[in-house]
């Protein structure tokens, strides 16, 4: 198991910038893959960008805005948000992927964090 805490969260007006972090233990995260996932009011959780050996994935809506990274040695995932609208309010979560590959699968991450939410109004 690993246990992950995601930070970074707040309110930002329109246009603004985030980065959020999920600072992982337990085990060495390196060795998985990881995703970021948000979940809108009245919407289901939707993969946002996802990082794993030697590949990354980005929802289209967050394609150039949310870029996904990781430092290995301090165990931590970031998603840092760009060019923030409203419509990416949120709650996001990090997860950890069943293995090294990432996957846009939600059933392929079988450990979560407690979510950090976003909120972008003016």
């Known amino acids: 198991q690993v246990q992950l805490v995601e930070s970074g969260g707040g309110l930002v007006q329109p246009g603004g910038s985030l980065r959020l972090s999920c600072a992982a233990s337990g085990r060495t995260f390196s060795n998985y893959a990881a995703g970021w996932f948000r979940q809108a009011p009245g919407k289901e959780r939707e993969l946002v960008a996802a990082?794993?050996?030697?590949?990354?994935y980005y929802a289209d809506s967050v394609k150039g805005r949310f870029p996904i990274s990781r430092d290995n040695a301090k165990n931590t995932v970031y998603l840092r948000l760009n060019s923030l609208k409203p419509e990416d309010t949120a709650v996001y979560y990090c997860a950890a992927a069943k293995g090294p590959v990432a996957t846009r699968k939600e059933n392929e991450y079988n450990n979560w964090g407690q979510g950090t939410q976003v909120t972008v109004s003016s």
């Open positions: 990082i794993g050996w030697r590949t990354i």
